[in-house]
Protein backbone atom coordinates (compact mmCIF):
# COMPACT_ATOMS: atom_id res chain seq x y z
CA UNK A 1 0.00 0.00 0.00
CA UNK A 2 1.63 3.25 -0.94
CA UNK A 3 1.25 5.85 1.89
CA UNK A 4 0.56 9.68 1.36
CA UNK A 5 1.87 12.09 3.84
CA UNK A 6 0.26 15.60 4.25
CA UNK A 7 2.68 18.53 5.56
CA UNK A 8 1.98 21.02 7.40
CA UNK A 9 -1.24 19.31 9.40
CA UNK A 10 -2.29 22.80 9.56
CA UNK A 11 -1.87 26.18 7.31
CA UNK A 12 -3.04 29.76 8.67
CA UNK A 13 -2.75 32.57 6.38
CA UNK A 14 -4.11 36.02 5.81
CA UNK A 15 -6.45 36.80 2.31
CA UNK A 16 -4.31 37.47 -0.63
CA UNK A 17 -1.23 35.26 0.60
CA UNK A 18 -0.40 32.06 -0.95
CA UNK A 19 -0.74 28.55 0.23
CA UNK A 20 1.58 25.57 -0.56
CA UNK A 21 0.58 22.13 1.26
CA UNK A 22 3.02 19.37 0.27
CA UNK A 23 2.16 15.31 -0.18
CA UNK A 24 4.70 12.82 -0.43
CA UNK A 25 4.45 9.05 -0.84
CA UNK A 26 6.14 6.10 0.39
CA UNK A 27 7.07 4.98 -3.49
CA UNK A 28 6.67 6.63 -6.81
CA UNK A 29 3.52 7.70 -8.49
CA UNK A 30 2.61 8.02 -11.82
CA UNK A 31 1.55 11.55 -12.03
CA UNK A 32 -1.14 10.68 -14.02
CA UNK A 33 -2.99 9.26 -11.11
CA UNK A 34 -2.68 12.05 -8.28
CA UNK A 35 -5.49 14.36 -7.14
CA UNK A 36 -6.17 16.91 -4.81
CA UNK A 37 -9.59 16.96 -2.98
CA UNK A 38 -11.50 20.32 -0.98
CA UNK A 39 -13.56 19.50 2.33
CA UNK A 40 -15.58 22.04 3.88
CA UNK A 41 -17.17 21.34 7.45
CA UNK A 42 -20.35 19.10 6.97
CA UNK A 43 -19.82 18.59 3.15
CA UNK A 44 -18.70 15.84 0.55
CA UNK A 45 -14.87 16.49 -0.48
CA UNK A 46 -14.73 18.48 -4.01
CA UNK A 47 -12.17 17.31 -6.66
CA UNK A 48 -9.53 19.90 -7.34
CA UNK A 49 -7.11 18.64 -9.12
CA UNK A 50 -6.27 15.03 -10.91
CA UNK A 51 -3.48 13.87 -13.02
CA UNK A 52 -1.27 16.01 -10.53
CA UNK A 53 -1.84 19.03 -12.36
CA UNK A 54 -5.11 19.07 -14.48
CA UNK A 55 -7.55 21.27 -12.34
CA UNK A 56 -11.48 19.87 -12.41
CA UNK A 57 -14.66 21.42 -14.29
CA UNK A 58 -15.18 25.18 -12.89
CA UNK A 59 -11.86 25.06 -10.76
CA UNK A 60 -10.78 28.52 -10.39
CA UNK A 61 -7.14 28.59 -11.60
CA UNK A 62 -6.03 30.11 -8.24
CA UNK A 63 -5.51 26.61 -7.67
CA UNK A 64 -2.58 24.80 -9.21
CA UNK A 65 -0.85 21.81 -8.92
CA UNK A 66 2.07 19.70 -9.39
CA UNK A 67 4.92 17.46 -8.69
CA UNK A 68 6.13 13.87 -9.49
CA UNK A 69 7.60 10.73 -8.49
CA UNK A 70 7.24 10.90 -4.54
CA UNK A 71 7.15 14.74 -4.03
CA UNK A 72 3.99 16.68 -5.27
CA UNK A 73 2.84 19.97 -4.20
CA UNK A 74 -0.78 21.95 -4.71
CA UNK A 75 -0.42 25.64 -4.34
CA UNK A 76 -3.26 28.30 -3.93
CA UNK A 77 -2.67 31.86 -4.74
CA UNK A 78 -4.36 34.73 -3.53
CA UNK A 79 -6.01 33.10 -0.85
CA UNK A 80 -9.57 33.93 -0.11
CA UNK A 81 -11.99 33.69 2.82
CA UNK A 82 -14.20 30.90 1.31
CA UNK A 83 -10.57 28.50 0.48
CA UNK A 84 -10.57 27.77 4.15
CA UNK A 85 -11.08 23.90 4.20
CA UNK A 86 -9.26 20.77 4.38
CA UNK A 87 -7.40 19.88 1.81
CA UNK A 88 -6.47 16.05 0.82
CA UNK A 89 -4.15 14.01 -2.05
CA UNK A 90 -5.16 10.35 -3.20
CA UNK A 91 -3.53 8.22 -5.07
CA UNK A 92 -4.69 5.77 -7.72
CA UNK A 93 -1.96 4.57 -8.89
CA UNK A 94 -1.38 1.46 -6.92
CA UNK A 95 -4.44 -1.03 -7.39
CA UNK A 96 -6.12 -2.08 -6.10
CA UNK A 97 -5.44 0.01 -2.57
CA UNK A 98 -6.28 3.17 -3.68
CA UNK A 99 -4.93 5.89 -0.74
CA UNK A 100 -5.60 9.09 0.61
CA UNK A 101 -3.48 11.23 2.57
CA UNK A 102 -4.46 12.39 6.31
CA UNK A 103 -5.34 15.93 4.88
CA UNK A 104 -3.95 19.17 5.50
CA UNK A 105 -6.58 22.16 7.28
CA UNK A 106 -6.23 25.53 5.86
CA UNK A 107 -7.11 28.49 8.26
CA UNK A 108 -7.71 31.99 6.82
CA UNK A 109 -7.03 34.44 9.57
CA UNK B 1 -28.23 16.74 -12.94
CA UNK B 2 -25.72 13.84 -12.01
CA UNK B 3 -26.54 12.53 -8.85
CA UNK B 4 -25.66 10.36 -6.02
CA UNK B 5 -27.80 9.49 -2.56
CA UNK B 6 -26.57 6.76 -0.17
CA UNK B 7 -29.38 5.62 2.45
CA UNK B 8 -29.71 3.02 5.36
CA UNK B 9 -27.13 4.64 7.47
CA UNK B 10 -28.01 4.20 11.28
CA UNK B 11 -27.14 2.92 14.91
CA UNK B 12 -25.93 -0.92 15.48
CA UNK B 13 -23.97 -2.82 17.67
CA UNK B 14 -21.22 -3.85 17.51
CA UNK B 15 -21.31 -7.27 15.67
CA UNK B 16 -24.13 -6.30 13.83
CA UNK B 17 -24.71 -5.97 9.91
CA UNK B 18 -26.00 -3.13 7.92
CA UNK B 19 -26.41 -2.49 4.51
CA UNK B 20 -25.75 0.67 2.75
CA UNK B 21 -27.32 1.73 -0.63
CA UNK B 22 -26.11 4.37 -3.08
CA UNK B 23 -28.54 5.62 -5.71
CA UNK B 24 -27.41 6.85 -9.31
CA UNK B 25 -28.90 9.42 -11.80
CA UNK B 26 -28.16 11.63 -14.63
CA UNK B 27 -25.42 9.54 -16.13
CA UNK B 28 -24.32 6.03 -17.33
CA UNK B 29 -24.32 3.82 -14.45
CA UNK B 30 -23.40 0.92 -16.17
CA UNK B 31 -20.10 2.24 -17.18
CA UNK B 32 -19.32 3.90 -14.00
CA UNK B 33 -16.94 2.07 -11.34
CA UNK B 34 -18.40 2.79 -8.48
CA UNK B 35 -16.42 3.43 -4.90
CA UNK B 36 -17.36 3.88 -0.96
CA UNK B 37 -14.92 6.42 1.35
CA UNK B 38 -15.86 6.86 4.39
CA UNK B 39 -14.87 9.38 7.23
CA UNK B 40 -14.46 8.35 10.94
CA UNK B 41 -15.53 11.80 12.97
CA UNK B 42 -13.00 14.20 12.93
CA UNK B 43 -10.76 12.28 10.56
CA UNK B 44 -9.71 11.93 7.12
CA UNK B 45 -11.07 9.71 4.14
CA UNK B 46 -10.18 6.51 3.78
CA UNK B 47 -10.98 4.75 0.58
CA UNK B 48 -12.98 1.46 1.49
CA UNK B 49 -13.55 -0.43 -1.51
CA UNK B 50 -15.15 -0.34 -5.01
CA UNK B 51 -16.87 -2.11 -7.77
CA UNK B 52 -15.80 -1.93 -11.66
CA UNK B 53 -18.54 -1.78 -14.69
CA UNK B 54 -19.88 -5.37 -15.26
CA UNK B 55 -17.97 -4.41 -18.74
CA UNK B 56 -14.50 -4.21 -16.57
CA UNK B 57 -15.18 -7.76 -15.35
CA UNK B 58 -17.33 -6.07 -12.14
CA UNK B 59 -14.62 -7.49 -9.88
CA UNK B 60 -14.52 -5.74 -6.32
CA UNK B 61 -11.45 -4.49 -4.42
CA UNK B 62 -11.61 -3.97 -0.76
CA UNK B 63 -8.93 -1.45 1.81
CA UNK B 64 -7.40 -3.94 4.34
CA UNK B 65 -9.30 -2.85 7.23
CA UNK B 66 -12.84 -3.84 5.50
CA UNK B 67 -11.59 -7.32 3.76
CA UNK B 68 -13.44 -10.17 4.49
CA UNK B 69 -16.39 -8.24 6.13
CA UNK B 70 -17.50 -5.88 3.33
CA UNK B 71 -19.35 -6.88 0.27
CA UNK B 72 -19.62 -4.13 -2.69
CA UNK B 73 -22.08 -5.59 -5.31
CA UNK B 74 -24.16 -3.53 -7.69
CA UNK B 75 -27.58 -4.04 -9.38
CA UNK B 76 -27.10 -2.18 -12.89
CA UNK B 77 -31.13 -2.60 -13.64
CA UNK B 78 -31.69 0.26 -10.67
CA UNK B 79 -29.00 2.44 -11.10
CA UNK B 80 -27.73 1.17 -7.12
CA UNK B 81 -24.34 0.16 -6.14
CA UNK B 82 -24.92 -1.39 -2.10
CA UNK B 83 -21.89 -1.63 0.64
CA UNK B 84 -22.78 -4.97 2.78
CA UNK B 85 -21.28 -4.76 6.16
CA UNK B 86 -21.32 -7.22 8.38
CA UNK B 87 -19.46 -8.21 11.67
CA UNK B 88 -18.93 -4.43 12.40
CA UNK B 89 -16.69 -3.27 14.70
CA UNK B 90 -16.61 0.69 16.69
CA UNK B 91 -13.70 1.73 14.28
CA UNK B 92 -15.87 1.33 11.32
CA UNK B 93 -18.54 4.26 12.62
CA UNK B 94 -17.97 7.09 10.13
CA UNK B 95 -20.11 9.04 7.37
CA UNK B 96 -19.80 6.40 4.59
CA UNK B 97 -19.62 8.40 0.82
CA UNK B 98 -20.84 7.00 -2.39
CA UNK B 99 -18.21 8.07 -4.91
CA UNK B 100 -17.19 8.12 -8.64
CA UNK B 101 -14.99 8.85 -11.44
CA UNK B 102 -17.32 9.89 -13.91
CA UNK B 103 -14.53 11.71 -16.05
CA UNK B 104 -11.06 10.90 -14.51
CA UNK B 105 -10.59 7.08 -13.44
CA UNK B 106 -10.19 7.10 -10.14
CA UNK B 107 -10.33 10.45 -9.43
CA UNK B 108 -13.51 11.40 -7.93
CA UNK B 109 -15.65 14.14 -9.54
CA UNK B 110 -19.01 13.24 -8.27
CA UNK B 111 -20.42 12.28 -4.65
CA UNK B 112 -22.87 11.58 -2.57
CA UNK B 113 -23.82 13.64 0.59
CA UNK B 114 -22.91 10.69 2.81
CA UNK B 115 -24.63 8.24 4.97
CA UNK B 116 -23.35 8.08 8.89
CA UNK B 117 -22.79 4.58 10.49
CA UNK B 118 -22.73 4.59 14.21
CA UNK B 119 -21.28 1.08 15.75
CA UNK B 120 -22.19 0.88 19.39
CA UNK B 121 -23.60 -0.96 22.11
Known amino acids: EIVLTQSPGTLSLSPGERATLSCRAS???????LAWYQQKPGQAPRLLIY???SRATGIPDRFSGSGSGTDFTLTITRLEPEDSAVYYC??????????FGQGTKVEIK | EMQLVESGGGLVKPGGSLRLSCAAS????????MNWVRQAPGQGLEWVGR??????????DYAAPVKGRFTISRDDSKNTVYLQMNSLKTEDTAVYYC????????????WGQGTMVTVSS
Open chain 2, 99 to 110: TTGLFHYGAFDL
Open chain 2, 26 to 33: GFTFNNAW
Open chain 2, 51 to 60: IKAKTDGGTT
Open chain 1, 27 to 33: QSVSSSY
Open chain 1, 51 to 53: GAS
Open chain 1, 90 to 99: QQYHSSPQWT
